[in-house]
T-cell receptor, first 112, second 112 residues
Framework: KNQVEQSPQSLIILEGKNCTLQ??????????LRWYKQDTGRGPVSLTI?????NTKSNGRYTATLDADTKQSSLHITASQLSDSASYIC???????????FGKGNQVVVIP | EAQVTQNPRYLITVTGKKLTVTCSQN?????MSWYRQDPGLGLRQIYY???????DKGDVPEGYKVSRKEKRNFPLILESPSPNQTSLYFC???????????FGQGTRLTVV
């Protein structure tokens, strides 16, 4: 079964600090990997999408990396803000079908 | 405004009473899908549709039905709801290929 594991499950960071979230997956063959941000009680919002050939992609203060050889991705948040408090979900799409594999999310809390 | 609209937002129903959660998108997207989100389990895909009259099972299709008679609508049908279907449901849409998915606001369903 294709799996996506995210770590840490949760973390608390001070406003203005950086943090990095990890996503390891076993999905194979692989099509693309997405990071979503989900605020409490709302639908996920896309942050980045990366295909096999891409190893980094940025969206403002969010930078995602991908190592398709080791099947690892990370999401780096720079100069965190209170509005970054959310769950960050890693989603992997297998090649050849649309049965997405979801991680359980990284819960981030930014405190003043 | 480009959006995915789900209705209702909140629903409390009794076991066995058929219900439909509607999902509509105004972006002419080919791909639509349904997910449920439960604490500790994350998002799980129920059904997806690549285009009109084309639907396929996700990871947790048991107890659900879908239809795609028009491109913009993708209703989720629970013929005989049970308490284990109490969950937060999301609909999403996108164009085909490696593109951003847009999620609805969510439907919180409680089956008693």
């Amino acid at each position: 079964k294709n799996q996506v594991e995210q770590s840490p499950q949760s973390l608390i960071i001070l406003e203005g600090k950086n943090c990095t979230l990890q996503c390891n997956y076993t999905v194979s063959p692989f099509s693309n990997l997405r990071w979503y941000k989900q605020d409490t009680g709302r639908g996920p919002v896309s942050l980045t999408i990366m295909t096999f050939s891409e190893n980094t992609k940025s969206n403002g203060r969010y930078t995602a990396t991908l190592d398709a050889d080791t099947k690892q991705s990370s999401l780096h948040i720079t100069a965190s803000q209170l509005s970054d408090s959310a769950s960050y979900i890693c989603v992997v799409t297998p090649a050849g079908n649309n049965r997405l594999a979801f991680g359980k999310g990284n819960q981030v809390v930014v405190i003043p | 405004e480009a959006q995915v609209t789900q209705n209702p937002r909140y629903l409390i129903t009794v076991t066995g009473k058929k219900l439909t959660v509607t999902c509509s998108q105004n972006m002419n997207h080919e791909y639509m899908s349904w997910y449920r989100q439960d604490p500790g389990l994350g998002l799980r895909q129920i059904y997806y549709s690549m285009n009109v009259e084309v639907t396929d099972k996700g990871d947790v299709p048991e107890g659900y039905k879908v239809s795609r008679k028009e491109k913009r609508n993708f209703p989720l049908i629970l013929e005989s709801p049970s308490p284990n279907q109490t969950s937060l449901y999301f609909c999403a849409s996108s164009t085909t290929g490696v593109t951003e998915a847009f999620f609805g606001q969510g439907t919180r369903l409680t089956v008693v």
